[in-house]
């Protein structure tokens, strides 16, 4: 079971970040106009590609196989991992990130590296560590270590805990419901998280009472669009996957019709239903659609196959640096021919 949840996480997380990527940064009535009846990939001929969100979380779990429970390793293999990252090039890479990162090359430790931002950076690669920590302290342990080297705004530690705790309670209880879940925050979340907690409440009330998420999205005066900002990512991604808790394409496609930073999000709630429903409840057609390399699904599949084995200090697949390099440069001229596509209708 625990393999099941493992890998329907990462996969869940890199359809959804696939799926919402071409839509990234749009308005929510044009992305309505852009979707049509049917969400699909559409970055590259019908087919989607990764972004940072999937990256990330992928190098959270190879971390993870070499930490050894030990939050000081895994801190610093992440760490050396988002260097090198930086240097293959990646597109759209986060301000706060790209910051963070600089100043790890000028030789400040992963402790101290972050920067003052509550960004959702820390949230897109946090569902993977609920998924994969089974001992709730040390879960917290390990959110607080992996947000600390790009984020140091309490609340970016706060959001990141919330969706972890999501993934943590559906990958350990066969029967999930927003109570429990509720529950499972009020006994983890410190106080000084109020305001969140207050959000996810609001969010809770709103599933109760058959609003859709993108009405809830709205009552947060989000109606251009959700921003990166982690405490309207992080409720938006709850309500979305409270909503359809076991409907993968339906919680999905509830995100990326809010708008605005549409891949992070449903990214985000991709992790978590699929950590939910495995890889059977991810729609075949979005699995198929996504073309990529060297972080491919079967690359995927591997890692979250060793992740799950649980081999502590295991060697984690490797990822080839020069093929990331040149798949980088293609990427971006793809973003470029897409952000090209944007000034035609339509709008």
């Known amino acids: 079971m625990a393999e099941q949840h493992i890998v329907g996480c990462i996969l869940g997380t890199a359809v959804g970040d696939a799926i919402g990527l071409p839509y990234e940064g749009i308005s929510r009535n044009r992305v309505n106009k852009l979707i049509g009846e049917h969400l699909k990939h559409r970055l590259v001929f019908g087919y989607g590609m990764i972004s940072d969100d999937t990256e990330h979380t992928v190098m959270v779990a190879q971390s993870l196989l070499e930490a050894n ?6 801190q610093a293999r992440l760490a050396k991992r988002l260097r090198y990252w930086f240097l293959a090039l990646p597109a759209g890479i986060g301000f706060a990130t790209l910051r963070a990162i600089i100043r790890l090359w000028l030789g400040f430790q992963p402790k101290n590296s972050g920067v003052y931002s509550a960004g959702n950076g820390p949230a897109m ?4 560590l609920g998924t994969a920590i089974t001992d709730l302290e040390q879960l917290k342990l390990f959110v607080k270590a992996s947000t600390l080297i790009t984020h140091t705004d309490p609340k970016a530690e706060y959001g990141a805990l919330a969706v972890a705790l999501a ?15 509720f529950q499972l925050l009020n006994e983890h979340l410190p106080v000084e998280a109020k305001e969140l907690f207050l959000l996810i409440k609001n969010a809770i009330s709103s599933v109760k009472n058959r609003e859709t998420t993108q009405e809830f999205a709205v009552s947060l005066s989000l109606s ?5 900002y982690i405490y309207h990512t992080v409720p938006v991604a709850i309500h979305a996957w409270l909503s359809h808790s076991g409907n993968f394409e339906a919680a999905v496609t509830s995100v990326v019709r809010c708008g605005g930073d549409t891949d992070t999000v449903a990214a985000i709630v991709g992790g978590i239903v699929g950590a ?19 972080i491919s699904i079967n690359k995927i599949e591997e890692v979250a196959g060793q992740l799950s084995s ?12 020069f093929f990331s390099m040149l798949r980088n440069i293609v990427f971006m001229m793809v973003i470029l021919v897409h952000g090209l596509r944007r000034l035609l209708p339509p709008y």
């Open 310 to 321: 649980k081999k502590e200090s295991s060697k984690p697949a490797k990822i080839s640096f």
């Open 125 to 128: 690669r946090s569902a993977i």
């Open 276 to 294: 939910a429903v495995g890889k059977a409840g991810i729609p075949e057609k979005w699995l198929d659609g996504i073309c990529d390399w060297p």
């Open 224 to 228: 251009k669009g959700v921003t990166g």
């Open 167 to 181: 993934a943590f309670y559906v990958s350990n209880n066969s029967r999930c419901t927003a109570e429990g879940y």
């Open 69 to 74: 429970r030990d939050t000081e390793i895994f």
